[in-house]
């Protein structure tokens, strides 16, 4: 559902990371850039719009006020939103997908 929502947005690499047995934190991580802090900033107030209408109560938005990277953590979910270049320099993906439980398979990490 959140990917689509991006994909909607136009949402650029987004990445969906399969956390359940490896990480408490959360059940699902997803990774998308958007082209600029304006658009980051939209994705993100849009899809905490989108989860509130489907009843996903107390989403907490970090990164916002600068929009370079955002951070929503809708419980089980946390969805993270970055220009491309600062995604690029936290590389995100690299650092949860290096793990030997993930395999990135068509643009999903899955344990």
Same mark, same amino acid.
């Given at each position: 559902m959140i990917e689509q929502y991006l994909d909607a947005d136009k949402a650029l690499d987004v990445v969906s990371v399969d956390l359940r047995g490896v990480s408490a934190l959360a059940d699902y991580m997803i990774i998308a850039s958007g082209t600029s802090t304006?658009? =980051?900033?939209?994705? $993100?107030?849009?899809?905490?719009?989108? /989860?509130?209408?489907?009843? #996903?109560?107390?989403?907490? =938005?970090?990164?916002? $006020?600068?929009?370079?990277?955002?951070? /929503?953590?809708?419980?089980? #979910?946390?969805v993270h939103l970055f220009r491309p270049e600062v995604r690029e320099f936290y590389n995100l993906e690299k650092?949860?997908?290096?793990?030997?439980?993930?395999?990135?398979?068509?643009?999903?990490a899955q344990a």
């Open positions: 304006r658009h =980051v900033h939209s994705m $993100a107030e849009k899809l905490k719009e989108r /989860l509130s209408f489907r009843g #996903v109560k107390g989403v907490r =938005v970090e990164g916002q $006020a600068q929009s370079d990277w955002v951070v /929503l953590d809708a419980g089980d #979910v946390i650092m949860w997908c290096s793990h030997p439980a993930f395999d990135i398979v068509g643009g999903q």
